[in-house]
């Protein structure tokens, strides 16, 4: 029987990676949608895996020209994307790729009677519409929803490979944290996730929101990176009024960065616990970021 065939869009960063794996694991031919096919000869920065070896085909395309992604689809039973703008591009807007970009993937799998389209947005968008990357999003989802192809959105907290970063931080021996940092998190490892947006191909569910198995403060997520470093955590809480400035100020010369950093203050802002799930762990992440992988599982 000839294998189902997936389109996985943003194959080359961290949820992607893991994406690609668990639908090679589960039988399917994978076509990994990138800009840059080299990257995924090797592993990322968070220890996401090399997943080269497990893709059939590549479609190189840029989400900011959507007619390199013409007949993306071609062929295809199911499209998964997580192709969005998560670091500061110049020139290059939340709009154009996580909207427009995602639009015109959609009318691609149309044209070509793809059975599922699987997006990935952001939980808890409704408190952050202001925020232009939830926005992009958002817009995309509306599209999805009106387009008549069968969906399913997932709707994530923070991924592992975000609370990476504050390993960095904590390396250097100290860190500034918006806010009292008493809000909650359940963060997810992209293994965990990559589980549940496979199963949404089977699932009736137009939403899905998830996070990972344990709920933390942002100060006990910062702690535990201070601990894997072996270092006494030194933590100063900046008022959130003064992110609100710094964005402000930052959105008058470099609007890209203003618009990554506008995330990351929407969300120290808020709880972000939603349904636990997944057997992978902050402290255990924070670990074999340490070790450079030793101690993977
Ligand atoms: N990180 C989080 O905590 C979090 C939480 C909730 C939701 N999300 C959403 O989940 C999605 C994936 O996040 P992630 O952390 O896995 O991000 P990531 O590691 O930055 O991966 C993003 C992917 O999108 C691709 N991409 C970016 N711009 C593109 C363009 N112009 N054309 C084609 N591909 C492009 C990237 O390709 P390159 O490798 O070429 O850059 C990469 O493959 C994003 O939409 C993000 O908003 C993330």
């Not at 590549?58 to 993306?72: E, M, Q, T, V």
């Not at 923070?158 to 904590?170: I, R, V």
């Not at 589980?195 to 990972?212: K, L, P, Q, R, Y």
Request: charged share 20%; proline share 4%.
């Amino acid at each position: 029987m000839e294998k189902r065939k997936v389109l996985v869009a943003g194959a080359s960063g961290y949820l992607g990676r893991y994406v690609v794996r668990e639908f090679a694991r589960r039988g399917y031919a994978v076509r990994a949608l990138v800009r840059s096919p080299e990257k995924l000869a090797s592993e990322g920065p968070n220890l996401e895996p090399a997943v080269a070896s497990m893709v059939e085909e590549i479609h190189r395309g840029d989400a900011a020209d959507p007619a390199s992604l013409k007949d993306a689809c071609r062929g295809v039973d199911i499209v998964f994307s997580c192709m969005g703008l998560t670091k500061p591009q110049e020139g290059v807007t939340s709009e154009k790729v996580d909207h427009l970009g995602n639009r015109a993937l959609l009318e691609d799998a149309m044209t070509h009677g793809v059975r599922k389209f699987i997006y990935i947005s952001v939980f808890n968008a409704e408190k952050m519409m202001e925020v232009d990357v939830v926005k992009a999003h958002e817009l995309f989802v509306k599209d999805l929803q009106s387009s008549g192809m069968p969906f399913t959105v997932i709707r994530p907290t923070g991924f592992f490979s975000d609370m990476g970063m504050f390993l960095s931080m904590a390396r250097s021996g100290h860190m500034f944290m918006l806010g009292d940092g008493e809000n909650h998190v359940n963060p997810i490892h992209g293994a965990d996730l990559a589980n549940i947006c496979v199963d949404a191909v089977e699932s009736s569910a137009i939403e899905i929101s998830a996070g990972g198995p344990d709920t933390y403060t942002f100060n006990e997520t910062v702690e535990m990176a201070f601990q894997a470093v072996g270092k006494s955590p030194w933590i100063t809480h900046i008022p959130m009024w003064i992110g609100d400035a710094a964005l402000f100020v930052t959105g008058i010369f470099n609007k890209s960065l203003a618009g990554v950093l506008a995330f990351a203050v929407s969300v120290s802002g808020l709880d972000n616990v939603a349904p636990p799930t997944g057997t992978h762990h902050l402290g255990d992440f924070y670990r074999e970021l340490v070790t450079g992988g030793e101690t993977k599982a």
